[in-house]
Nanobody, 126 residues
Framework: QVQLVESGGGSVQAGGSLRLSCIASGLTFNRFCIAWFRQPPGKEREGIAVISGAGTTTYADSVKGRFTLSKDNAKSTLYLQMNNLKPEDTAMYFC????????????????????WGQGTQVTVST
């Protein structure tokens, strides 16, 4: 059973940084696209970054240049380094996976992914 658990959220001021972690189990890390999604209160879930089994990353325009996705295959852990945070980054952040052997992953729709955790809250104040 694929399961992912997020951690690392918190409250920061605008311009600050946070690093989120996502620990995966029940999957072969290099055979999945693993993505971060976020959901602000009252809004739809938005895909913001994805990493392929080969380590290729893709970012949404809203976070490109500020967020960096990386992974440690040996630890089955995905990291999202978030710099220059803005109030509009405030949301619950989730990671999820979908099987793919491609070297490239597009973010796609959230309902193509599975293994959702409880999420970790990120709050950015002015």
């Amino acid at each position: 059973q694929v399961q992912l658990v997020e951690s690392g959220g918190g409250s920061v001021q605008a311009g600050g940084s946070l690093r989120l972690s996502c620990i995966a189990s029940g999957l072969t890390f290099n055979r999945f696209c693993i993505a971060w999604f976020r959901q602000p209160p009252g809004k739809e879930r938005e895909g913001i970054a994805v990493i392929s089994g080969a380590g290729t990353t893709t970012y949404a325009d809203s976070v490109k240049g500020r967020f960096t996705l990386s992974k440690d295959n040996a630890k089955s852990t995905l990291y999202l380094q978030m710099n220059n945070l803005k109030p509009e980054d405030t949301a619950m952040y989730f990671c999820a996976a979908r099987m793919s052997t491609s070297d490239y992953c597009s973010i796609g729709f959230w309902n193509n992914y599975y293994g959702w955790g409880q999420g970790t809250q990120v709050t950015v104040s002015t």
